[in-house]
């Protein structure tokens, strides 16, 4: 059988930047072995698969080149982007069927797709000793107020922040390690992020590494930046978080650069009450896998 899967950068519209996705748009006859199959052929941290749904507008499994996934915010991205330039959707809300439950997606005018995320859960405080020793920096290079911290706005990753941009490129992940203590603490992986102080456009530049996944460092993430922006808010380091668009830079230190959009709605309370996070994407190529 022969798959046409479709290639996007998503989170850039350089096709040099972004992070690269796979999408398969018809896959309701596909089977979740055949799926698996195909993603790992693909070879990126994560390929969607578009289906049916009696539930939203649409359907979509995730798969890494090992494992499904619960989302993927590039893949999303990703998808919905072609689907536009496909005339499959137009501007407006769409709902989709996930693991991580029933999410909105929005597509603007200007060709930003935006994706509703899970409101977040905040998990356990993770050791900051064994955090940076797996990283290759000194716990000195850790943000000295902003705690370690699993959060989850549809999957789990371990937060930390450092203590200026300059510690992200000196990073020496220790990818065993990396592994075994997110293994430990039933995440995905580690958002490493700096704040950029100041700066009213950028908010933060990260790294992203989930080598549990086979994912040793991703160049865009988009559930993982919800849940910083989400973090962020949750102490204090938002300046003006109700409906604020904040970019992220991710991929700077893989020469993949990318741009994260996200934004936070608040109620009266100041609780959360959505989580949105988008870009663009550029379709780069379509190739065609082979299953037996």
Known sequence: MDIEVSTLHAFSDKPLGGNPAGVVLQAGHLSESQMQEIARQVGFSETAFVMPSDQADFKVRYFTPSDEVDLCGHATIALFYLMKAQHIVEVGMYTLETLAGILEVVVQNNGEVYLSQALPVFGEIVDRQN???????????LHAELPVQIVSTGLRDILIAVNHVDVLSKIIPDFQLIAEISKANHVVGYHVFALEPGAEVTLAECRNFAPLYDIPEESATGTSNGALLCYLHKYNQLSD?????????QGYTMNHPSEIRAKLTLD?????????????????????????
């Open 268 to 292: 009266i309370s100041n609780e959360i009450t959505e989580i949105q996070v988008g870009g663009v994407a550029v379709h780069i190529e379509n190739i065609r896998i082979q299953l037996s």
């Open 131 to 141: 955090i940076a020793d797996s990283l290759g920096i000194s716990t000195d290079d």
């Open 241 to 249: 978080p109700n409906d604020t668009i904040y970019t992220i830079r």
